[in-house]
């Protein structure tokens, strides 16, 4: 405040909601997700975000020095933490430390401070950071840890061992494809999907595990709503997309399309919802631009999971329609009060 | 093999023929460049810049290719304007630099008690904002003075000034470090007018008035709702103030230049006419050279003794 020639327009009281607060929420928000993956997978993931937040403050405060930003006024806003998490959930837990230190530091310095830092990212750094990792380490970002072989989890300790020393995370024994890529393999042997259907792989709503990731990120997305951090716009818009898409494909074709549940509960349909399509900064802000831009992402999200290369699209579809959020807030311009519909004087 | 890639080579240089035909840059017809350089002009006719006026110097620069640099009143933003338009720069060293503080937040005062009725003044006047008649005094119409500091010089008794028109509220609002928009749309839902404060913001920030208006800055009541549930504390209705400050005062400085020219140009018409027809005018006639040499010596020390009395008066206050 104190750059601003005086004196400052009122108000001079503010609301009780900070920068620091909202983040933090968003990190309550997703201790059930990482709780449902250390029961599922061991304790690799808190060995990684150990590693990704470090790298994050130790990245974030140099391209803040660098760019002569006060840095105790940044660092506490918790935004790059927020980032480092969810680039976290998004890879495997046993991945090789250094990559989730590349795709953190390309997300924090690239992602977000090569366009101006928080508030100016036109992408969303942890999806930029993903997409960089997808695109450079893809073998590494498919294995995951294979469900069924729950028992042979490394405790903590060898935990460290594996993501520090081994260089290529999971040995062969208990990686395994996630259900996506399964589907996808299957679909490519012109296999149909009541011939999958006895595979392991499949649990009660999608993936085995992984529809209960998905169902601690819609807890975690129930806090944030209560919290009002989100509005409700951007998350169901997303979802209903998914699933609008989902249901036609599967009325179209079952054999070579799942349903609506099977894509709302698998991959990372739930994190892309409640925590990467409502990133404040990167989407849509207009009533009907939110609706809009959640829908289309959706719609993207299972275009890309169904048609493209990559077994999910959640990437991809949100940094799509990120490209395509100024473009959106610019036509959906709510009426002025006073105005007619189309904002001409009346 | 041969004849299709003689094909092709031939294809890409025909392409490269017609992309650069269309290149080309067309020159627009003087006249129009000369109009279009002539609005850029602050229409002050002052005369700073060596030419009778305004458009004498947007003519000199198309024609011949005076300078870009000699608009004070225009400061640096005009040069860069027409830098641009022009594609060419002026002189970075240029007196502009040091001069740029002139514009059309100032007008001319004459002081009534000291001014003996020369009618001067009124000659020289680009855009007639003086008036008055022979031995009798003379006022500046302050909305139609545009400051050009012509009328100072021919004075002979130093009875005008120069002062600031109107204090300018807008200041530059610096970029706050921080508190930067993280765009969370908290301000939306609680905005009366139902206006988007954080695209205003950014408008406001960049001062793109163009799109500050689109998003109907001037439907803003300043109710400060939107400030107070920002999360990073933005002054938002500060900076929303100062963008529509701004926009009024460059609306008012346009309309004055706009109204500078229309008078300016009535007077080369009027003496145009009156030169045809031999005419001399009343304020010629009543030139002081016509006048008894000794009362105009007698006139000019009753002046300038009352107007140092009047400032002691006005010391000893």
């Not at chain 1, 006060?70 to 250094?98: F, R």
């Not at chain 1, 649990?203 to 990731?213: F, N, P, R, V, Y």
């Not at chain 2, 060293?93 to 009618?119: H, N, P, Y």
């Not at chain 2, 300043?222 to 933005?234: K, M, R, T």
């Amino acid at each position: 405040m104190n750059n601003l020639p005086h004196p400052v327009s009122s108000p001079h009281l503010h609301g009780a909601r900070s920068v620091p607060w909202i983040m933090r929420q968003v990190l309550y928000a997703l201790i059930p997700a990482i709780t449902v993956y250390v029961y599922l997978f061991g304790c690799g993931i808190l060995v990684q975000l150990m590693i990704a937040i470090t790298t994050a403050l130790v990245l974030e405060s140099i391209a803040l020095l660098l760019r002569g930003y006060p840095l105790k006024a940044y660092l506490s806003d918790g935004s790059v933490i927020v980032l480092a998490c969810l680039l976290t959930l998004a890879i495997p837990p046993y991945t090789p430390w250094w990559v989730i230190v590349v795709g953190v530091a390309f997300a924090v310095l690239i992602g977000k401070h090569a366009f101006g830092g928080l508030g100016y990212n036109i992408f969303n750094p942890a999806m930029v950071g993903y997409l960089f990792l997808m695109l450079c380490y893809p073998v590494a970002l498919s294995r995951w840890p294979e469900m069924s072989k729950i028992a042979d989890y490394p405790g903590l300790w060898e935990s460290v061992r594996m993501i520090a020393t081994h260089s290529t995370g999971l040995p062969d024994g208990i990686s395994g494809a996630t259900v996506l890529s399964h589907i996808k393999t299957q679909l490519a042997l012109m296999h149909t999907h009541s011939e999958m259907e006895s595979a392991v792989n499949f649990g009660m709503l999608a993936g085995h595990g992984w529809e209960w990731i998905n169902v601690a990120y819609l807890c975690g997305g129930g806090w944030l709503l209560w919290r009002r951090v989100v509005t409700w716009r951007l998350p169901l818009s997303f979802m209903v997309g998914v699933a609008f898409a989902a249901l036609l494909g599967h009325v179209v074709d079952a054999e070579l399309h799942r349903g609506a549940v099977f894509h709302l509960f698998a991959g990372g349909t739930m994190l892309a919802a409640f925590f990467v399509v409502t990133d404040p900064v990167s989407s849509a802000t207009t009533p009907v631009g939110m609706l809009l831009f959640g829908f289309s992402a959706g719609l993207l999200t299972y275009c890309v999971r169904e048609f493209g290369g990559y077994p999910d699209g959640v990437a991809f579809a949100i940094v799509i329609m990120n490209a395509l959020a100024p473009l959106i807030d610019r036509f959906t311009q709510p009426r002025v009060y006073g105005k007619t519909s189309n904002n001409k004087h009346s | 093999m041969i004849w299709t890639l003689l094909a092709l080579v031939l294809m890409a240089i025909a392409g490269i023929l017609v992309l650069l035909r269309g290149h080309e840059p067309e020159l627009p017809p003087e006249d129009r460049l000369v109009s279009e350089i002539n609005a850029f002009l602050p229409q002050t006719q002052c005369r700073q810049c060596g030419y009778p006026g305004c458009l004498p110097y947007a003519k000199a620069i198309v024609s011949a290719n005076a300078p870009i640099d000699r608009c004070p009143p225009g400061g640096q933003v005009l040069q860069g304007v027409l830098g641009e338009l022009l594609g060419r720069s002026g002189s970075s060293s240029s007196r502009v630099v040091e001069l740029a503080a002139t514009s059309l937040s100032k007008v001319a005062v004459i002081d009534e008690s000291a001014c003996i009725g020369c009618v001067k003044c009124l000659q020289v006047c680009p855009v007639d904002a003086i008036v008055g008649a022979a031995k009798q005094m003379h006022t500046v119409i302050s909305e139609e003075c545009t400051g050009c500091e012509l009328c100072i010089e021919p004075c002979p008794v130093d009875c005008i000034f120069i002062v600031d028109s109107v204090t300018d509220v807008a200041q530059e609002t610096k970029e706050n470090l921080s508190n930067a928009c993280i765009r969370c749309g908290d301000c939306l839902p609680v905005c009366p007018v139902g206006l988007q404060p954080q695209q205003l913001f950014d408008a406001a920030r960049t001062s793109d008035i163009d799109l500050a208006q689109e998003l109907h800055l001037f439907d803003c009541i300043d109710c400060g709702c939107c400030a107070y549930v920002c999360p990073s504390e933005i002054p938002l209705v500060h900076y929303f103030r100062n963008a529509k400050s701004s926009i009024e005062a460059m609306d008012r400085d346009r309309a004055v230049a706009e109204r500078a020219r229309g008078r300016h140009e009535m007077k080369s018409q009027r003496l145009l006419e009156q030169s045809k027809i031999g005419v001399r005018s009343g304020l010629e006639l009543a030139d002081v050279s016509a006048l008894n040499a000794g009362e105009l010596q007698r006139d000019i020390k009753a002046a300038v003794s009352r107007s140092s009395k009047r400032r002691q008066n006005d010391n000893d206050l």
